[in-house]
């Protein structure tokens, strides 16, 4: 949780933390800002001080709003600085940071960054700056030790959040489900009232209107793919592909806040129509290891124990498993889940077995998400929900949806 | 062009550029890959050579959709090396792109990076990875010298991209001005029919509506602000205030294709029912000064000449602005225009006098924005459409809508 920041960074040697980029779309600034319109922004994290953010001036509301300490960008001439280097962009820069961080008094000590930015142009000025100020140590929390670590566990604030995008979630997949069921069937086809197929295409079109809607929105689209392509588990659907009675359809929908806040995760496997013996039998494998695995869930566990325990379950029904076979890619091909919060996948990991703190613990919010693929037989199947861990270390969803295969369509 | 990227790689001395991230709202990947459902890529550009492409195992059909030369990241066992290097997350990273980079034949030289990433994480990589590769210069591009200056000038495939983000734009911004006007007023307030007052947040959500509708997104969220929002140029409006007549609404909207392909720009500033003079008088100072300007447009000059040239004009008009004082907050407080493609905001730049590489020219796509913001006296007014340059030199506006201030409501 964020009161834990300035102790994580004690214990890690960092004298500040430097976050950069918007403030929207970009986990590590909204973590501090809230989601922001900030287009371009730097924001010092100083153990003991009110963080420092540094905005354009035509952002002087947005940034105002977060009630840190501000520096406008208008009060360092980069122009200026621009000629005095005779058009060496990169220094100028990288003297306009040097000006900022001795204003503030950050000449020394571990400076970690962070932040979506374009990672080229901003690597050159910081190799210009770190020579230009070389008490800093300007690197990476590559361990996720700091900020990703307070991330890992969530405040009340937090859970009601991602509780409220899981209730919306949820809503657009009952709505997505009575959709289906709406439409008529003819020949193993579900049509429009004008007669034509109803495609992947539609669908996802009215799963973006719903979530608009409802002020949520999917920067990294929806899974809804049919056949095939569902047997890949990072295979988003293909627009054009008519939706077709008896094959899995895997929906993975991973909203997240409006400009880029909390996220949610959840995925069913759906069978219109019917289901072939060989599908109803992998669909009920998927679903006992789910439940299986749940009620393994325990505090102190490192989720890595979980992966293992869902390879040996599915190596049991006979699949090849990711931990056999690294480069496995029918049977268990992924990780089990991983932690949700202002990224889709954030700590805790689910695949790094050494790392003692990455562990399920009070405040953790993660996925739990088995399945299984076989692309070249034409189908996939996976479940997933996203559980949270409470106060007082119990394990729970935040939404219920069922869980069924087959979805029973009306008459054709 | 795309075509140009080897010979600007040639000039500027690069071995390869190396692009990272996501293949959705990505710009140095999707110029590449196209918007791809890519959760975290590599791909290598080098000069006589087919890039390549290093994806998650699970995202093989995705990545294939290139037509690149291909690598899994499955063919490096991570957590052998994690494993080996005592659990050093950073250096196990570094020795993985070590063994891709060298399975490439790439180990010397300058390498250019690009992407958005989460900067500190990567930044401490690619610090490992340049001690294990002392022969490559790992840097950025700071001076937009290679894919920038390379997306500057848009093919024809582009073009019409733009062109239908500008027909979509302006569709939904009439869509606005319907919906605004089919609303009753009371007293100085729009009013819905169960006789609660529309806001700035009911209209935007419609916005989002159609703009999802009609295949769009807008990532960085649309600007409609009034009153002294207006006056703000990038105060994005309060979704709770009531729509009053009379007052200045700055309507900035700037989607992009969804999943982060190209954007479009445009302005329009309305009152509502009546205009005050004052604003009457601002707006024509605005419209004249974008007339002006639209009519200066010539190939080869440096947009900073036209900047200047606004400068001057609003200067005469009695204004404060940039030129004058850099902090100015009043008057007019930002650049005439910006490039537009794959970002809202790229190449050309309008505040950089120095770089001759930085002129309209054929292919080039800008805005044109002139404003004058009173945030004290509670207005802004600015206008702004999205140009092009023809392959014969010719410039134009990719959609035309109306520049009127005054909307006339119907009776309350």
């Given at each position: 949780?964020k009161?834990?920041?300035d102790?994580?960074m004690q214990?890690n040697g960092?004298a500040?933390l430097?976050?950069?980029?918007?403030?929207?779309?970009?986990?590590?600034m909204v973590?501090f800002t809230g989601?922001?319109?900030?287009?371009g922004a730097d924001?010092f994290?100083?153990?003991?001080r009110?963080?420092?953010?540094?905005?354009?001036?035509?952002?002087r509301?947005?940034?105002?709003?977060s009630?840190f300490?501000l520096?406008?960008?208008?009060?360092?001439?980069?122009?200026?600085?621009i000629k005095?280097?005779?058009?060496d962009?990169g220094l100028?820069?990288a003297l306009?940071y040097?000006q900022?961080?001795e204003?503030?008094?950050?000449?020394?000590?571990?400076?970690l960054?962070?932040?979506?930015r374009?990672?080229?142009?901003?690597?050159?000025?910081?190799q210009q700056?770190q020579?230009?100020?070389p008490?800093l140590?300007?690197?990476g929390d590559?361990?996720?030790?700091i900020l990703?670590?307070?991330?890992?566990?969530?405040?009340e604030?937090?859970?009601?959040r991602?509780?409220?995008m899981g209730q919306?979630?949820?809503r657009v997949?009952g709505n997505t489900?009575?959709?289906l069921t709406?439409?008529k069937?003819q020949?193993?086809?579900?049509?429009?009232?004008?007669?034509?197929p109803?495609t992947?295409?539609?669908v996802?079109?009215?799963?973006?209107l719903?979530l608009?809607?409802?002020?949520a929105?999917n920067p990294?689209?929806?899974?809804?793919?049919i056949?095939?392509d569902a047997?890949?588990?990072?295979?988003?659907?293909?627009p054009?592909d008519?939706?077709?009675l008896?094959?899995?359809?895997?929906?993975?929908?991973?909203p997240?806040?409006?400009?880029g806040?909390?996220?949610y995760?959840?995925?069913?496997?759906w069978?219109?129509?019917y289901a072939?013996?060989e599908?109803?039998?992998?669909?009920d494998?998927v679903?006992n290891t789910y439940n299986q695995?749940?009620?393994?869930?325990?505090?102190?566990?490192n989720?890595?124990?979980?992966?293992?325990r869902?390879?040996?379950l599915?190596?049991?029904y006979g699949?090849e498993t990711?931990?056999t076979?690294?480069r496995?890619?029918?049977?268990?091909v992924h990780?089990?889940?991983?932690?949700?919060?202002?990224d889709?996948?954030e700590k805790?990991w689910?695949?790094?077995?050494?790392?003692d703190?990455?562990?399920?613990?009070p405040g953790s919010?993660?996925t739990l998400?088995?399945?299984l693929?076989?692309?070249?037989?034409?189908?996939?199947v996976r479940l997933?929900?996203t559980y949270?861990?409470?106060r007082?270390?119990?394990f729970?969803?935040?939404a219920?949806f069922p869980?069924?295969?087959?979805?029973?369509m009306k008459?054709?």
């Open positions: 949780m009161q834990q920041i102790a994580l214990q960092a500040a430097w976050i950069s980029g918007a403030g929207q779309h970009n986990p590590a973590y989601i922001a319109h900030l287009t924001l994290v100083i153990p003991g009110t963080p420092i953010l540094c905005h354009g001036p035509m952002e509301d947005e940034a105002a709003k009630g300490q520096i406008s960008y208008a009060d360092y001439d980069l122009n200026a600085l005095e280097t005779n058009g962009l100028a820069s306009r040097k900022i961080l204003g503030i008094n950050l000449t020394k000590g571990k400076v960054l962070y932040g979506l374009d990672v080229g142009p901003f690597l050159a000025v910081i700056l020579k230009l100020l008490e140590e300007l690197t590559v361990n996720d030790a990703l670590e307070a991330r890992a566990t969530k405040d604030d937090e859970m009601d991602i509780r409220a919306l979630t949820t997949v489900l009575d959709l709406s439409h069937v020949g193993d086809m579900l049509v429009k009232s004008d007669g034509s109803l992947i295409g539609d996802k079109t009215q799963i973006n719903w608009t809607a409802y002020g929105e990294e689209d929806t899974i809804f793919a056949g095939r047997g890949v588990p990072h295979s988003s659907g293909t054009s008519p939706i077709r008896g094959r899995t359809i895997v929906y993975d929908i991973f997240c806040e409006q400009g806040g909390y996220f995760d959840f995925t069913r496997t069978s219109l129509g072939t013996d599908v109803h039998q992998i669909h494998q679903l695995l749940a009620s393994e869930l325990r505090v102190g566990i989720p890595a124990i979980l992966q293992q869902t390879c040996e599915l190596e049991a699949h990711v931990r076979n690294p496995v890619s029918s049977g268990y990780s089990l889940g991983h932690g949700v919060g202002l889709v996948h805790p689910f695949s790094r077995p050494k790392d703190s990455n562990i399920l613990q919010v993660f998400e088995p399945g693929y076989y692309p070249e037989k034409g189908y996939g997933e929900d949270f861990v409470s007082d270390g119990k729970a969803k935040f219920d869980m069924d295969l087959v979805v029973p008459a054709g």
